[in-house]
């Protein structure tokens, strides 16, 4: 049981050394530049979003609903 632990452990490491799956799994998984860019980009824009102003609703009076609808 353990030496096939040892085995098997020794295989998968060769195999990773061998195909180069080191890089491709830290590609894969780690963050790059990109990512974290973006994941900047994101916090920049939810504090935006916090420190805004509510949406204001405009009443419009009937002369500007006429010419909405005349359009």
Known sequence: MILSKLIVGQV???I??????????SYVFDDNELDK?????????????KLSHAP???VLCNECKKQI???
Request: hydrophobic share 35%.
């Open 12 to 14: 998968v490491s060769y």
């Open 16 to 25: 990773v050394k061998q195909f180069k799956l080191d890089k491709i799994k």
């Open 37 to 49: 860019k973006v994941k900047n980009l994101e916090s920049k824009v939810d504090l935006l979003e």
């Open 56 to 58: 204001r609703e405009f």
């Open 69 to 71: 609808k005349g359009k």
